[in-house]
């Protein structure tokens, strides 16, 4: 499994644009780019996925480096909601197993 | 979205007792459950893999025989903590995934918390 890097925690204002990045630069070819994220007391929940290009979906945006060693999650306005770790994860389409470093926990500032 | 329950969402029990916890996936077939642990502060580690119908694979390091995983359907698996320890004290998680996992993607359930006193 590729492993991953990202910062332990980041703040964001309420309202403002968020940029979650992730290091992952073990990569493998076949990798897709997962990105989970936990609120409180909870379980896990799927963000977006992405393999090369750069994918939107109505929770965020997920934007791929080039030589795909990085990525970076985007949530366009930071809600109170949006306070939880985020969680990125290589990952083959076909593997069976969901590895979890240790994420970034985000903080939301009203 | 694809929804996973489990139950009990808590449960406290004493030291030397069994405690089973059930994951159900409400809206579609889960033909793989995986159940996650999850320590104060700590990330998520997974356990044990199980596809329905057959035998659970357990992650290194965790006893097959104290983690007892059954997976007889396509919607329900359990996990039997047998003869828990206050060290077993942990936030459950199972995850499913199956016909509405377009990508591979697990849905996972709420979360169990047990406390063996």
């Known amino acids: 499994d590729a492993k991953t890097t990202q910062p332990n925690s980041m703040e964001s204002n309420e309202e403002e644009p968020v940029h979650l990045p992730c290091n992952h630069s073990?990569?493998?070819?076949?990798?897709?780019i997962h990105w989970y994220r936990q609120l409180p007391s909870q379980g896990p929940e799927y963000v977006i996925h992405g393999l090369t290009s750069n994918v939107n979906n109505r929770m965020a945006s997920l934007a791929i480096a080039e030589d795909r060693k990085s990525s970076t999650l985007i949530l366009h306005r930071a809600t109170l909601r949006d306070a939880a770790v985020y969680y990125c994860?290589?990952?083959?389409?076909?593997?069976?197993?969901?590895?979890f470093g240790t994420g970034t926990r985000l903080t939301v500032i009203p | 979205g694809a929804v996973v329950s489990q139950h009990p969402s808590r449960v406290i029990c004493k030291s030397g007792t069994s405690v089973k916890i059930e994951c159900r996936s409400l809206?579609?077939?889960?033909?793989?459950m995986f159940w996650y642990r999850q320590f104060p502060k700590q990330s998520l580690m997974l356990m044990a893999t199980?596809?329905?119908?057959?035998?659970?694979?357990?992650e290194q390091g965790v006893e097959k025989d104290k983690f007892l995983i059954n997976h007889a359907s396509l919607t329900l698996s359990t996990l039997t903590v047998t003869s828990a320890h206050p060290e077993d004290s942990s936030f459950y998680i199972c995850?499913?995934?199956?016909?509405?996992?377009?990508?591979?993607?697990?849905?996972f359930g709420p979360g169990t918390r047990l406390t063996v006193l």
């Open positions: 809206d579609f077939q889960a033909t793989t």
């Open positions: 199980s596809n329905e119908g057959s035998k659970a694979t357990y």
């Open positions: 995850s499913a995934r199956g016909s509405k996992s377009r990508y591979g993607e697990q849905f």
């Open positions: 994860i290589p990952r083959g389409l076909r593997a069976n197993n969901l590895f």
């Open positions: 073990t990569i493998s070819g076949t990798d897709y």
